[in-house]
């Protein structure tokens, strides 16, 4: 009678490795739709607020003169407002920046967001320049326009896959160099699905040994893989 036995090296628990795929697949999901939010023309937004498609405006203290003006219609469709600066926000003979022009600048623009707005609207000053929102979340701005407590799950879920890719002894797919290329083109989640044994086949047996790639190969890979992406990213 042939028997079967938990494949040894894999660090955690085949149910522990599922959720940790779920969370860095989901991670890059959002990732991928929310880090970039497509450019529009500022009026857009009052365009947007008229038609009831917005839950959420985030702005930061120093927009226009930098940093952001971002809107929802919804956890997963954000839009930004294309920078287009007013003049008359900075004295042109030392170059530095007006306060009272901004704040009446951003002041009008607001104005105009809240006279139009529903009262189920968020309207949030954000702390920093990603227009992630309040609090200054660590990790992608992504995380907090999606949900914000998923922004350390989604960070805690990174780290604990690059450790097990650091500290295992045995890769059956790819040397360490190899997946390091790869996790810096958001390869982890292949990496939880693949190594040390693929998660669909379950966590008993052995899986006999293959050729893995080397880190030249890891590398190309991972160019590939962020030329994908980049393309993913591109509006149409």
Known sequence: MRTTVPAPGDGIPYGVRMVLLAV?????????VNQD???????????DLRAGRV????????????????????????????????GDVWDHRTAELVPAALERRQGAFLA???????????????EGSGGSGPGGLVGSPAYARWWEPFAPVAMAAEVLAWLLMLTRREHRYAGRWAWFWMFLAGGSPVYVLLESRP????????????ARLDGTRGFVLAVTMMFGTAVLKTPL
Request: cysteine-free.
């Open 55 to 86: 839950t959420k405006v985030v702005y930061n203290r120093d927009w226009p003169a930098y940093g952001d003006l971002i809107w929802s219609g919804g956890p997963l469709s954000w839009s930004q407002a294309r920078f287009d600066e007013p």
């Open 37 to 47: 939010p497509p450019h529009r023309d500022a009026e857009e937004l009052i365009a």
């Open 199 to 210: 998660l669909w086949r379950g966590p008993y047996g052995m899986q006999a040994a293959r």
């Open 112 to 126: 105009r967001v809240r006279a139009v707005a529903a009262p189920s609207v968020e309207i949030v000053l954000s």
């Open 24 to 32: 860095l697949a989901l991670s890059g999901v959002i990732v991928l």
